[in-house]
């Protein structure tokens, strides 16, 4: 296929404005995908993206349109999710195009995910084309939004594409502006082959099947190959195809295409995802810049229910990780659960999702700790360790500070709610900037968060006391001292490791005597009774909760006799009670785990 009729290109918007419907008709009109096998959101092919009504990995499809010049173009299509924990999936599929659709909903105008993913592309220096999506709807405001979209990426009113993804309205006219607006790709063919990794997933026959853009040169089955990340190790491609909901082998790739590769890769650590593809008899000089790496913000502990399925789980966290290159994991070990993985997220969305596929695709039922951030702290010598544990926190006095991570957070949200939205970020620690009023009813506050403060709750109640309307994108900022201490669970005596959490000290009462309640409901009674304890950087108690122990009837076998036949029986289940209560370990069940999760609601 010649450069000049291929366009690579994006849909990126804010979450729920409508890009994965707007996908459907673009494959609906070319085409692409028969009637009777069409569908909603139809690129968004996981149980839980349906389920939820996200998109949650970018998806690559390649259409074919007959333009009103008459000629035939080849389209390769890159969807991408809209949420912020999936910022990276944006970043990358952004680097496998040289244009973007960016689709802003009519009625809600422009949201703090717009801005940034917008700032993405501009980076990226992708041609941008503005799009108003959902204009049959009544409460749709077309010629304001169009205004505040050309206001945002300095352009005209007139430039903003209005299309109705669901009725299908100005999606032909859409088609039409992507052949003109987007340019080619401009690759050398004669060129040694250089082609990006964007992404990669695992297929049980074939191993890992990597996703690539071809920048330069051309692939072809059966030519070497080498990874720059790796160059001393040499694969030959066994498939060579495009992608249209699924895998097609066409033997040949070129400059400017999008397709696959499998090269019977098993150990799915060669493929890196951001690495550059080359031949191996004749590699190129340099790789390709790839795009910038990201950085884990929210931690957690992920056991296996069952610790016989150690092994299962790495190898399920390998799959995953191909799939999901934001997925970071190290091996650890917990005195209350077990051997498992320190995981590092994007979120705690992120962190949900991965939970939910390791069960769902993996069959591997998990139990999480409590989800932390990575602090710095800095010790009596002037040392400065890391540490993503708050079980590793040293006691109080083996240390001078403790650091956490700071964001800067731009929250949207209509005029009448700052006054409220103000309340709440002041509440989680925010250090309030400045307002900017980007509408006539709508204003963009800027605040400085700690991180741990907003990955709970923060978005489900901003989005409450927005009624919906208000949104949240932040990036990462700097290390600042804050007053933090380590807050341990201990149970019976016995301090539980998984359930420890770096807190602010003024906050460390309220939490700590909440997470007793909420343990003292879930663990079962014993027969003795189990102290539930909270305590800051390993001192005394600051909380406690009893569970009263479980009685059991043991004089219920007698029917007579003289009183003292009962005492004897008390007495002795009383001295075992406290033999018990010395040697006894308790046993905290899953849902506790869990619950805990919930404590900042």
Same mark, same amino acid.
């Given at each position: 296929?010649?450069?000049?009729?291929?366009?690579?290109?994006?849909?990126?918007?804010?979450?729920?404005?409508?890009?994965?419907?707007?996908?459907?008709?673009?494959?609906?009109?070319?085409?692409?995908?028969?009637?009777?096998?069409?569908?909603?959101?139809?690129?968004?092919?996981?149980?839980?993206?349906?389920?939820?009504?996200?998109?949650?990995?970018?998806?690559?499809?390649?259409?074919?349109?007959?333009?009103?010049?008459?000629?035939?173009?080849?389209?390769?299509?890159?969807?991408?999710?809209?949420?912020?924990?999936?910022?990276?999936?944006?970043?990358?599929?952004?680097? +496998?195009?040289?244009?973007?659709? @960016? &689709?802003? %909903? #009519? *009625?809600?105008?422009?949201?703090?995910?717009? =801005?940034?993913?917008?700032?993405?592309?501009?980076?990226?220096?992708?041609?941008?084309?503005?799009?108003?999506?959902?204009?049959?709807?009544?409460?749709?405001?077309?010629?304001?939004?169009?205004?505040?979209?050309?206001?945002?990426?300095?352009?005209?009113?007139?430039?903003?594409?209005?299309?109705?993804?669901?009725?299908?309205?100005?999606?032909?006219?859409?088609?039409?502006?992507?052949?003109?607006?987007?340019?080619?790709?401009?690759?050398?063919? +004669?060129?040694?082959?250089?082609? @990006? &990794?964007? %992404? #990669? *997933?695992?297929?049980?026959?074939?191993?890992? =099947?990597?996703?690539?853009?071809?920048?330069?040169?051309?692939?072809?089955?059966?030519?070497?190959?080498?990874?720059?990340?790796?160059?001393?190790?040499?694969?030959?491609?066994?498939?060579?195809?495009?992608?249209?909901?699924?895998?097609?082998?066409?033997?040949?790739?070129?400059?400017?295409?999008?397709?696959?590769?499998?090269?019977?890769?098993?150990?799915?650590?060669?493929?890196?995802?951001?690495?550059?593809?080359?031949?191996?008899?004749?590699? +190129?000089?340099?790789?390709?810049?790839?795009?910038?790496?990201?950085?884990?913000?929210?931690?957690?502990?992920?056991?296996?229910?069952?610790?016989?399925?150690?092994?299962?789980?790495?190898?399920?966290?390998?799959?995953?990780?191909?799939?999901?290159?934001?997925?970071?994991?190290?091996?650890?070990?917990?005195?209350?659960?077990?051997?498992?993985?320190?995981?590092?997220?994007?979120?705690?969305?992120?962190?949900?999702?991965?939970?939910?596929?390791?069960?769902?695709?993996?069959?591997?039922?998990?139990?999480?700790?409590?989800?932390?951030?990575?602090?710095?702290?800095?010790?009596?010598?002037?040392?400065?360790?890391?540490?993503?544990?708050?079980?590793?926190?040293?006691?109080?006095?083996?240390?001078?500070?403790?650091?956490?991570?700071?964001?800067?957070?731009?929250?949207?949200?209509?005029?009448?709610?700052?006054?409220?939205?103000?309340?709440?970020?002041?509440?989680?620690?925010?250090?309030?900037?400045?307002?900017?009023?980007?509408?006539?009813?709508?204003?963009?506050?800027?605040?400085?968060?700690?991180?741990?403060?907003?990955?709970?709750?923060?978005?489900?109640?901003?989005?409450?006391?927005?009624?919906?309307?208000?949104?949240?994108?932040?990036?990462?900022?700097?290390?600042?001292?804050?007053?933090?201490?380590?807050?341990?669970?201990?149970?019976?005596?016995?301090?539980?490791?998984?359930?420890?959490?770096?807190?602010?000290?003024?906050?460390?009462?309220?939490?700590?005597?909440?997470?007793?309640?909420?343990?003292?409901?879930?663990?079962?009674?014993?027969?003795?009774?189990?102290?539930?304890?909270?305590?800051?950087?390993?001192?005394?108690?600051?909380?406690?909760?009893?569970?009263?122990?479980?009685?059991?009837?043991?004089?219920?076998?007698?029917?007579?006799?003289?009183?003292?036949?009962?005492?004897?029986?008390?007495?002795?289940?009383?001295?075992?009670?406290?033999?018990?209560?010395?040697?006894?370990?308790?046993?905290?069940?899953?849902?506790?785990?869990?619950?805990?999760?919930?404590?900042?609601?």
């Amino acid at each position: 296929m010649d450069q000049q009729h291929i366009r690579n290109f994006s849909i990126i918007a804010h979450i729920d404005h409508g890009k994965s419907t707007l996908a459907d008709r673009l494959l609906e009109i070319t085409g692409t995908i028969e009637a009777r096998k069409m569908r909603e959101q139809v690129l968004d092919n996981m149980d839980l993206e349906r389920e939820r009504g996200i998109t949650i990995k970018s998806h690559a499809i390649r259409m074919r349109h007959v333009a009103a010049d008459g000629a035939e173009y080849v389209l390769n299509l890159i969807d991408t999710p809209g949420h912020v924990d999936f910022n990276y999936e944006v970043s990358r599929a952004l680097s +496998a195009c040289e244009g973007a659709i @960016l &689709v802003v %909903d #009519a *009625a809600q105008g422009i949201q703090a995910q717009t =801005v940034a993913n917008a700032y993405l592309a501009i980076e990226a220096g992708l041609t941008i084309i503005p799009v108003l999506n959902k204009i049959d709807l009544p409460q749709a405001d077309c010629d304001r939004h169009a205004a505040e979209v050309a206001n945002l990426l300095s352009c005209e009113p007139r430039d903003v594409l209005r299309v109705s993804a669901k009725t299908g309205l100005g999606t032909p006219e859409l088609l039409e502006e992507i052949i003109r607006r987007i340019p080619a790709p401009s690759g050398n063919v +004669a060129a040694p082959l250089r082609a @990006l &990794v964007f %992404d #990669a *997933a695992h297929d049980s026959y074939q191993g890992a =099947v990597v996703y690539v853009r071809v920048f330069d040169g051309e692939l072809r089955d059966g030519d070497p190959l080498r990874f720059f990340a790796q160059p001393e190790h040499r694969h030959d491609a066994d498939q060579v195809g495009i992608l249209q909901l699924g895998y097609i082998p066409t033997g040949h790739l070129a400059a400017g295409e999008v397709g696959y590769i499998t090269a019977h890769l098993k150990d799915i650590h060669e493929a890196r995802v951001g690495d550059t593809v080359s031949n191996a008899d004749e590699p +190129a000089a340099e790789a390709l810049p790839g795009f910038r790496a990201i950085k884990p913000m929210v931690f957690s502990g992920l056991y296996p229910a069952d610790s016989d399925r150690y092994g299962d789980l790495r190898t399920a966290l390998d799959k995953l990780r191909l799939n999901d290159a934001s997925l970071s994991f190290v091996p650890e070990r917990s005195l209350a659960l077990g051997f498992g993985f320190r995981c590092g997220f994007l979120g705690l969305l992120h962190l949900e999702i991965v939970r939910e596929r390791l069960a769902r695709e993996f069959n591997q039922p998990i139990v999480a700790t409590v989800p932390n951030v990575e602090y710095e702290v800095t010790m009596n010598d002037g040392t400065v360790r890391t540490i993503d544990n708050p079980a590793d926190v040293p006691p109080r006095g083996q240390y001078q500070s403790i650091a956490e991570p700071y964001v800067r957070a731009h929250i949207v949200c209509p005029t009448d709610a700052v006054g409220t939205v103000m309340t709440l970020s002041t509440g989680k620690r925010g250090s309030y900037l400045n307002t900017e009023y980007v509408a006539g009813d709508r204003a963009r506050l800027i605040f400085d968060f700690p991180l741990a403060e907003i990955i709970f709750d923060f978005y489900d109640r901003l989005k409450s006391v927005t009624r919906g309307y208000g949104s949240l994108d932040y990036d990462y900022l700097e290390y600042r001292v804050s007053a933090l201490e380590r807050l341990e669970i201990r149970l019976a005596g016995e301090t539980v490791d998984a359930l420890s959490a770096v807190v602010h000290r003024d906050a460390a009462y309220r939490i700590g005597r909440r997470m007793c309640e909420v343990l003292k409901e879930l663990i079962p009674r014993q027969q003795f009774e189990v102290v539930i304890q909270a305590a800051l950087g390993g001192g005394k108690p600051i909380a406690r909760e009893s569970i009263k122990p479980l009685r059991k009837d043991v004089i219920a076998k007698l029917y007579g006799g003289d009183v003292t036949r009962k005492r004897k029986l008390l007495e002795k289940q009383k001295a075992g009670k406290r033999r018990m209560k010395r040697v006894g370990r308790v046993d905290v069940p899953p849902e506790a785990f869990l619950a805990v999760l919930k404590i900042g609601e």
